[in-house]
């Protein structure tokens, strides 16, 4: 995903980004979103970034999946 994200939401080391993608088919426009899911952690001095969950991740996973949804059905409503 080499663009930027229209929004970004974080906790205690999970993060999720939306992206938006303006796609055209038949000759009409529209907007698709997509998440990326992702947690940071630190090897020895290096932080680095993980798609890997752990099992106590899940919780925040979720909370930040709600919060995307929250922010993408406002999206919607505009």
Same mark, same amino acid.
């Given at each position: !995903? %080499?663009?930027?994200? /229209? #929004? #970004? &939401?974080? +906790? +205690? %080391?999970?993060? =999720?980004?939306? &992206? $938006? @993608? $303006?796609? $055209?088919?038949? %000759?009409?426009?529209?907007?698709?979103?997509? !998440?990326? =899911?992702?947690?940071?952690? #630190?090897? %020895?001095?290096?932080?680095?970034?993980?798609?890997? =969950?752990? #099992?106590?991740?899940?919780?925040?996973? /979720? !909370?930040?999946?709600?919060? +995307?949804?929250?922010? =993408? +059905?406002? /999206? @919607?409503? $505009?």
């Amino acid at each position: !995903m %080499g663009n930027k994200p /229209i #929004k #970004k &939401f974080s +906790a +205690a %080391g999970i993060s =999720l980004a939306v &992206f $938006e @993608k $303006e796609m $055209e088919k038949d %000759g009409n426009k529209f907007k698709v979103q997509s !998440m990326n =899911l992702q947690r940071s952690y #630190k090897d %020895g001095d290096e932080w680095k970034n993980t798609n890997s =969950l752990r #099992k106590q991740d899940l919780p925040i996973a /979720i !909370m930040l999946l709600v919060k +995307a949804q929250e922010h =993408l +059905a406002n /999206i @919607k409503e $505009e």
